[in-house]
């Protein structure tokens, strides 16, 4: 019973037991047997530590069992013993030689060595045995080219013509076998006999005119190439090779009108012509970089009916990087979402040009109506919350970032994902939601913990409630540390410190900020944080003088009128 499962479970794992010459004992048989059925079970279960132990006691027990080295190898491989793996391999195949699994792990060992000479020689040996791998052909194929043995390449094709019958592929790999042997009249007879053979298939005809053409038949093979486009104006394979031979001669003219025939052919795939414009571009920039011509053909491809989104985008990058005016750029991308309105990549330039141009009412709507065609793309939402927020429209805002956060998984940017919960805070905050306001702070610093915008104001805003003073000076510190002559963060630091009644450092640095602090509006709060932290220093005319200037930009202050008029610090 046990004999019968052990053959069964080895067929199921692609193996064929293998008669050996050494003769054992029934009980090492048994024991065998019993432990190398053991070692597939825990191998079967992922215990792989104890199926390589086992097999290597079945190895004591029977040196000469080929599917022991064969599971052995598999073992050696994933330890990285590359030496140990091949030897186990090779011990396989030599003690079970019929065994096509085993030979055929052993030509691909040798493959992953390079050791392309003795591939060819196992999956030879295998073909032989069993010709129905016609696989193996292709690979022998591959190794001979590999080893630059063209003759034999050129052989191995034979036959598998012989078996496939003759067919455009294997003409054609021939064909460019002979020319690289330079046997001109081979590579061209190859040729000939497909379009013999195919005499209707005009892309035969065209590659016999190929042939021709590479090896300087070139009379022939126009003559072959007038023939095929009175059958077949629109060959694409034809009017290419015509390009390529008249902008050999140098008639940049006939080779022009070409271009522009196989770009205007509706049977030139969309790939194809992006690939000739490249060409096109390529000459252009080395003529010179005149984007005349680009243009035009650009222009002639957009205003076909079946136009597509890749070609108007290929334009508008090309555009780009000529640094062409960014309204006709806007008006290609616009082609763009009229073909594909679910193309992000155009959107989001149209986005970019807006945000640009401050043009927010463009930006909100583009955003809204990607969120129609595109609604996994964050990069939208954020977007839109920005522009709501620069219009100071806070529920709009918060609605298009608390959407964008619903969008997102594992593979979400952590910059965009912490600026998202950024700038919640900072609306929530402003709602008067603080405690709204300080999760979403939490929830950004978890994506991002050096994100300086959020560090800086989740600091101020506790120090202003009074609150974790200790954890806004640590966040604030950061912050000085990044940008040591930022103004704001350097105040902000001053007046967590101030909170902490550390007066004399946050004198050193409310003394920073001022150094640092440009001509603009909203150094109010900086100005009188100074008079404050003077005050409480003991300078208070220094103070006067900070509350004063402060005075002179907030007039209705109440709370600094009182403390110009009492001349002492007073709370909030």
Wanted: charged share 25%; with cysteine.
């Amino acid at each position: 019973m046990m004999k019968y499962l052990m053959l069964f479970l080895m067929m199921g794992l692609g193996l064929k037991a293998q008669a050996q010459d050494m003769v054992y004992p029934d009980s090492i048989n048994r024991k065998f047997d019993h432990f190398f059925m053991e070692a597939m079970v825990q191998r079967q279960k992922g215990n792989n530590d104890a199926a390589f132990d086992l097999l290597r006691h079945c190895q004591e027990l029977k040196p000469d069992a080929a599917e022991v080295y064969y599971f052995l190898a598999q073992y050696y491989a994933e330890l990285r013993d590359t030496e140990k793996s091949t030897a186990c391999v090779k011990r396989a195949a030599s003690l079970a030689p019929d065994n096509e699994t085993y030979m055929e792990t052993l030509a691909q060992t040798y493959i992953r060595q390079q050791d392309y000479a003795n591939a060819i020689l196992v999956i030879e040996g295998i073909y032989e045995r069993n010709k129905d791998h016609l696989d193996l052909l292709e690979m022998l194929f591959q190794l001979y080219q590999q080893t630059g043995d063209n003759e034999h390449a050129v052989e191995v094709l034979n036959r598998l013509e012989k078996i496939d019958g003759k067919s455009e592929r294997l003409s054609v790999a021939k064909s460019e076998i002979y020319t690289r042997m330079g046997d001109k009249k081979a590579a061209v007879s190859e040729m000939s006999q497909l379009a013999k053979q195919f005499p209707n298939d005009q892309n035969c005809q065209a590659m016999y005119g190929e042939a021709l053409m590479m090896n300087g038949q070139t009379k022939k093979a126009l003559g072959i190439y007038h023939q095929v486009l009175e059958v077949e104006p629109d060959n694409n394979r034809v009017l290419l090779s015509l390009r390529t031979y008249y902008q050999s001669q140098g008639d940049m003219a006939i080779a022009d009108s070409l271009t522009e025939r196989v770009l205007m052919n509706q049977n030139t795939t969309s790939a194809e012509k992006i690939q000739l414009l490249r060409q096109e571009i390529s000459a252009s920039e080395s003529a010179g970089g005149d984007s005349t011509r680009v243009m035009s053909l650009f222009h002639q491809m957009l205003a076909l009916p079946n136009c597509d989104a890749d070609m108007a985008l290929f334009c508008a990058s090309y555009m780009n990087a000529k640094k062409m005016p960014k309204d006709s750029i806007r008006q290609v991308l616009e082609k763009v979402l009229s073909i594909a309105p679910d193309h992000s990549g155009a959107r989001l330039q149209l986005v970019g040009y807006a945000w640009e141009e401050d043009d927010l009412d463009r930006v909100i709507n583009l955003c809204q109506e990607a969120r129609q065609y595109n609604p996994d793309e964050m990069a939208f939402y954020y977007y839109q919350g920005i522009a709501y927020y620069k219009k100071e429209n806070l529920d709009g805002a918060l609605s298009a970032f608390q959407n964008g956060i619903g969008v997102i998984n594992e593979e979400s940017s952590p910059a965009i994902v912490s600026d998202f919960y950024a700038v919640m805070g900072d609306i929530l905050h402003q709602k008067g939601l603080a405690k709204e306001a300080f999760e979403a702070y939490d929830s950004c610093l978890q994506w991002k913990d050096d994100n300086i915008g959020c560090l800086n104001n989740y600091a101020y805003y506790l120090s202003e409630r009074g609150e974790q003073l200790d954890k806004a000076e640590a966040m604030s510190f950061k912050t000085v540390k990044a940008e040591p002559k930022n103004a704001t963060y350097l105040d902000t630091y001053a007046w967590i410190l101030f909170m902490q009644e550390r007066y004399s450092e946050a004198k050193i640095y409310i003394d920073q900020a001022l150094q640092n602090m440009e001509d603009s509006l909203g150094n109010e709060v900086i100005i009188e944080h100074a008079g404050d932290i003077y005050a409480q220093n003991r300078d208070i005319d220094r103070a006067l003088s900070y509350w004063r200037d402060a005075q002179q930009k907030k007039p209705e202050d109440q709370l600094l009128l009182r403390k110009i008029k009492l001349k002492k610090y007073l709370k909030k």
